[in-house]
């Protein structure tokens, strides 16, 4: 069963730093070569290849044997909500407990963090003779724990609380006699000493494991489906795809959960980079690039709002989406996703000949959606693209949950997409 391998991965990955690393080890297995941005790209016809950029987001794609007349990406993100560790972390309480000081980012769901087991992972700076190199690390253990307030001290916890952030959802991390011995478990993981750690990216993550579920196993439940599932499945169709007439790409920001303004989100000049780079070193001038890029198109793949069993008078009556009903198609007027009605089409049309089903999702009027990457993307890289998703309840908790058989539906989506070679014949007239 494809969930359960995807439950795996996301074992494998507790923070986008890990998430990409896995990732990594993925496309080398499958016989990718990896491109150093710093470096000159030597890219050739019926090549594979892939890029890191912060060790938290990655651009892969594939060359075809002949000529390339456009780009087909799909494009997820590799960081979910969570708790950031502060630079000064380490907090004491009256000598008796050690905590840690943290912040949000994101926008998570507080009360999921409550009362569950909860690790430490990420990036470590470590100084050398030469100056400084990065370390991932995990400390793979039920570490810490957040811990709710008892109601008889808390009497609106099941009335609408608030959550201070700063007050109520420091995590703990040993009694008294704890001090410093974070520090001391990332050295040891590091295999430096103490003093040669000079920075750090460290997040909480859930150590509850991945489940699958339901009367005949149609659900599974785990952290960060969004959007690792979108990232993964995507992964697959690429290794797995074969590419004629345009280059594929799979691409997987960081930061989408606080607007993907940084170096290696969406709004910044990654992906660009990568393809630009990528076509000049087959041999392409720069009107030729300028045109594979016009006639190109995009999944923003990023998961959607199911109908929750318990609030369905929240979503929309005709326009809502259920899990296990096959790959999402996202729409808004408002363009906070990006599809409209030349990319619903060809999409829909990729996957009708596919066997894969879809279902279309939209808010209803009276509430406000997220935007995705889709139309940040645009505006560095202008191409027809298609907003979809999988559906998924929870969003935004530590634990969430999705359909089993849609996890083969998106990557038998993504692999007809790539497989299909889209012909933009004019504006608005489309051949594959």
């Not at 703990?172 to 990332?186: I, T």
Request: glycine share 8%; hydrophobic share 40%.
């Amino acid at each position: 069963m494809k969930a359960r391998e995807f439950i795996d991965f996301v074992r494998c990955a507790p923070t986008p730093f890990q998430a990409v690393e896995a990732l990594a080890k993925c496309f080398s297995a499958n016989g990718f070569e990896e491109l150093n941005e710093k470096k000159p790209f030597q890219v050739k016809a019926g090549g594979k290849y892939f890029v890191t950029r912060n060790r938290s987001a990655l651009i892969a794609f594939t060359v075809p044997e002949g000529n390339c007349g456009s780009f087909q990406i799909t494009a997820a993100h590799s960081d979910s909500p969570t708790f950031k560790l502060k630079p000064v972390f380490e907090q004491t309480v009256g000598d008796k407990y050690v905590r840690f000081n943290i912040e949000g980012y994101g926008g998570m769901i507080m009360s999921t963090w409550f009362d569950r087991p909860l690790s430490v992972a990420g990036r470590v700076m470590v100084r050398t003779e030469n100056g400084v190199k990065t370390e991932l690390v995990d400390i793979d253990r039920d570490a810490v724990l957040i811990p709710n307030m008892p109601i008889h001290f808390n009497r609106e916890v099941n009335s609408g609380y608030s959550y201070n952030p700063q007050v109520d959802l420091l995590p703990l991390y040993g009694d008294g006699s704890a001090k410093g011995g974070l520090m001391r478990e990332l050295a040891e993981k590091c295999g430096c000493k103490e003093e040669d750690i000079l920075s750090t990216d460290l997040f909480l993550y859930s150590r509850t494991p991945g489940s699958v579920w339901g009367a005949k196993d149609e659900f599974f439940s785990c952290g960060r489906i969004d959007d690792l599932e979108c990232a993964w499945t995507a992964a697959e169709a690429l290794m797995n795809a074969k590419t004629e007439g345009h280059i594929n790409v799979c691409a997987v920001f960081d930061n989408e959960e606080v607007g993907s303004t940084s170096k290696q989100g969406a709004d910044s000049t990654f992906l660009y980079d990568v393809l630009y780079r990528a076509a000049c070193a087959l041999g392409y001038d720069d009107e030729h690039i300028r045109a594979m890029m016009a006639s190109g198109f995009m999944l923003s793949a990023d998961n959607a709002h199911a109908v929750h069993p318990n609030h369905g008078e929240k979503f929309d009556a005709d326009n809502r989406v259920y899990m296990n009903g096959g790959v999402v198609i996202k729409a808004n007027a408002n363009q906070k996703y990006t599809t409209d009605g030349v990319s619903a089409a060809v999409f829909s049309e990729i996957c009708r000949r596919a066997g894969v089903p879809v279902q279309y999702f939209a808010n209803r009027s009276d509430a406000r959606g997220g935007s995705t990457l889709g139309n940040i993307s645009n505006a560095h890289l202008s191409m027809n693209t298609a907003d979809i998703g999988l559906a998924q309840l929870a969003m935004h908790s530590c634990y969430e949950t999705a359909g089993t058989k849609d996890v083969e539906y998106m990557i038998n989506a993504v692999r007809a997409f790539y497989e299909t070679d889209i012909a933009m014949q004019k504006d608005g007239t489309y051949s594959f």
